[in-house]
């Protein structure tokens, strides 16, 4: 008879099973978020914000955050409202990023987006009452965390967010569209601020709330700008090489906008290595939280696979 603890070192239940670990957490992110917006009077915004937050993404910012965090000695309560709150303050970079002065798109998450249902006015103030309630969201619920940390988490969502975070990376993205000589440099500004940032925040929001060293939690920045840089690289190739149907929002607009990508600078095969050799550098920066990591090793390879 085999010993019950030998099973668990056999190579196949040393596996990670990320799909059903994903439907999970997503699970306890869509009740949560369900829970964070109430509708009361005036009904017409309450609606417009719960449309677009529970229109079904991928939860992937919200899950890092929880991973990091329990990863890292802390728990899923802990973390469950900093965790909402990323998920808002992305939610409302969507709402914002899909209008006719941004980019005008008219899908979403498999659906209209925000403006095409409530008008641009609305989907305006949607976008910022999500931003309002994430702050107040993390301030109100966070519980059995020391507040400095709490505070730390403020200071990180208020930054990733801002001008020096994904604020500013839209602003070149916008200025570049159309001009024909971005450099790599640029390209990197653009990727590593609308993109990269508010994933830093998800996981280092997830160190900080546990506790972290500050070895550690550069350990996990390095981690999660990498994956950040790959996510944007790897959404622009989809943009090129899948469907609305697919992806849930149009695709192909990145050439029609005239968007400065990765895989316009260098073709879709040296961009999917790039990204594939940013999640290896993102994935070494782990080694030393051991077994513990698979969770978040999982998730960087989930990022270059994924089809949507
Ligand atoms: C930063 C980018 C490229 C916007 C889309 O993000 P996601 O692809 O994570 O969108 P959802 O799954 O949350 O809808
Ligand atoms: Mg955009
Ligand atoms: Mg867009």
């Given at each position: 008879m085999v010993a019950a603890h030998n099973l668990h070192k056999t190579p196949e239940s040393a596996k990670f099973d990320l799909l059903a670990y994903l439907k999970e957490r997503q699970k306890l992110c869509e009740t949560a978020l369900d829970n964070a917006i109430p509708i009361r009077y005036p009904e017409t915004i309450y609606e417009s914000m719960r449309y677009s937050l529970l229109a079904?993404?991928?939860r992937l910012r919200p899950i890092l955050c929880l991973a990091t965090c329990e990863m890292t000695g802390g728990t899923i309560e802990m973390a469950m409202p900093t965790a909402c709150a990323l998920e808002i303050i992305h939610t409302m970079s969507l709402i914002h990023d899909d209008l006719p002065a941004m980019d005008n798109d008219d899908y979403r998450r498999g659906k209209l987006t925000n403006h095409k249902v409530y008008g641009e006015d609305i989907a305006i103030l949607a976008g910022d009452g999500l931003l309002a309630l994430a702050f107040e969201h993390v301030a109100t619920n966070t519980q059995n965390v020391p507040t400095e940390r709490v505070l730390q988490v403020i200071a990180r969502l208020g930054r990733a967010l801002g001008a020096a975070g994904l604020v500013g990376g839209q602003v070149v993205d916008l200025e570049s569209e159309g001009k024909p000589d971005i450099s790599l440099e640029t390209l990197n500004f653009i990727h590593n601020h609308k993109t990269a940032a508010l994933l830093e925040a998800c996981v280092a929001c997830g160190g900080v709330l546990s506790g972290v060293s500050s070895e550690d939690l550069q350990r996990l920045s390095r981690y999660a700008q990498n994956i950040g840089l790959a996510f944007q690289i790897i959404d622009d190739i989809l943009d090129i090489t899948s469907t609305r149907e697919q992806l849930g929002k149009s695709a192909g607009k990145d050439q029609q906008a005239n968007k400065v990508t990765y895989p316009k600078l260098w073709g879709l095969e040296e961009s999917r290595t790039k990204a594939q050799e940013l999640i290896e550098a993102a994935c070494v920066e782990?080694?030393?939280f051991g077994d513990q990591a698979k969770p978040l090793i999982a998730i960087a390879q989930y990022i270059i696979n994924r089809d949507r």
């Amino acid at each position: 008879m085999v010993a019950a603890h030998n099973l668990h070192k056999t190579p196949e239940s040393a596996k990670f099973d990320l799909l059903a670990y994903l439907k999970e957490r997503q699970k306890l992110c869509e009740t949560a978020l369900d829970n964070a917006i109430p509708i009361r009077y005036p009904e017409t915004i309450y609606e417009s914000m719960r449309y677009s937050l529970l229109a079904g993404g991928k939860r992937l910012r919200p899950i890092l955050c929880l991973a990091t965090c329990e990863m890292t000695g802390g728990t899923i309560e802990m973390a469950m409202p900093t965790a909402c709150a990323l998920e808002i303050i992305h939610t409302m970079s969507l709402i914002h990023d899909d209008l006719p002065a941004m980019d005008n798109d008219d899908y979403r998450r498999g659906k209209l987006t925000n403006h095409k249902v409530y008008g641009e006015d609305i989907a305006i103030l949607a976008g910022d009452g999500l931003l309002a309630l994430a702050f107040e969201h993390v301030a109100t619920n966070t519980q059995n965390v020391p507040t400095e940390r709490v505070l730390q988490v403020i200071a990180r969502l208020g930054r990733a967010l801002g001008a020096a975070g994904l604020v500013g990376g839209q602003v070149v993205d916008l200025e570049s569209e159309g001009k024909p000589d971005i450099s790599l440099e640029t390209l990197n500004f653009i990727h590593n601020h609308k993109t990269a940032a508010l994933l830093e925040a998800c996981v280092a929001c997830g160190g900080v709330l546990s506790g972290v060293s500050s070895e550690d939690l550069q350990r996990l920045s390095r981690y999660a700008q990498n994956i950040g840089l790959a996510f944007q690289i790897i959404d622009d190739i989809l943009d090129i090489t899948s469907t609305r149907e697919q992806l849930g929002k149009s695709a192909g607009k990145d050439q029609q906008a005239n968007k400065v990508t990765y895989p316009k600078l260098w073709g879709l095969e040296e961009s999917r290595t790039k990204a594939q050799e940013l999640i290896e550098a993102a994935c070494v920066e782990l080694d030393s939280f051991g077994d513990q990591a698979k969770p978040l090793i999982a998730i960087a390879q989930y990022i270059i696979n994924r089809d949507r």
